[in-house]
């Protein structure tokens, strides 16, 4: 089992729509949690950290529950921009370990 | 204006050649890190450094080596004991190794070794 996971996709969905990605750990010690953003081609970049609160920003909503060790991205009202391929990234504590998955590609057409 | 450069954006290599990417920040973070990004693939840590003078192993070191003579720098040389060395590679520096601290990258360099 990888120790993050998360649905490749792709997602298609149309402009205005909807969609949220999932991403489950394995790690119970895992201390924090990000959500990055990668273009074709382009280096990753930091959409938005995950707090055990819920937080949100602007179309964006990122949920954490630690019980069932998965995080969530929800985007609202997705916009063609949008389109993209959504990196989860996982930190430990206790000494240094990041872990990214693999991406979820998300397509939105006009 | 803050953030990391590397260079060169593509490179190309005969196979059996040692090749060094630049990484240089200037955001005044301790640690960098470099990764390397296959296609359809997560981030594959090679090496990293908390500190100046200082760095270790990531998951796959086997065919890379670096160094941290200056907090700003740490290139990455690619040797030739490295079996697929074709990659994306991309570096990224954080305020720090701890756990609740973000990584910034940089752009990217797109090694092609033939």
């Known amino acids: 089992r990888k120790e993050v996971e998360q649905d490749p996709g792709p997602f298609n969905v149309p402009e205005g729509a909807t969609v949220a990605f999932n991403c489950t750990y394995s790690?119970?010690?895992?201390?924090?949690f990000f959500w990055y953003r990668q273009d074709c081609r382009k280096e990753p970049k930091l959409l938005m950290s995950?707090?055990?609160s819920g937080n949100e920003d602007g179309r964006f909503t990122a949920q954490l529950n630690r019980a069932s060790q998965y995080i969530s991205l929800l985007i609202r009202d997705s916009k063609l921009s949008d389109s993209a391929t959504y990196l989860c990234?996982?930190?430990?504590?206790?000494?240094?370990?990041?872990?990214f998955g693999a991406g979820t590609r998300l397509f939105v057409k006009a | 204006d803050g953030g990391i450069t590397q260079s060169p954006k593509y490179l190309f290599r005969k196979e059996g050649q040692n090749v060094t990417l630049s990484c240089e920040q200037n955001l005044n973070h301790d640690a960098m890190y470099w990764y390397r990004q296959d296609p359809g693939q997560g981030l594959r840590l090679i090496y990293y450094s908390q500190i100046v003078n200082d760095f270790q192993k990531g998951d796959i070191a086997e065919g890379y080596s670096v160094s941290r003579e200056k907090k700003e720098s740490f290139p990455l040389t690619v040797t030739s004991a490295q079996k697929n060395p074709t990659a994306f590679y991309l570096c990224?520096?954080?305020?720090?190794?701890?756990?609740?601290?973000?990584?910034?990258f940089g752009p990217g360099t797109r090694l092609t070794v033939t």
């Open positions: 990224a520096s954080s305020m720090s190794t701890g756990a609740t601290y973000e990584q910034y």
């Open positions: 790690n119970s010690a895992s201390q924090s």
């Open positions: 990234v996982v930190n430990t504590a206790g000494g240094f370990k990041t872990i």
């Open positions: 995950v707090y055990s």
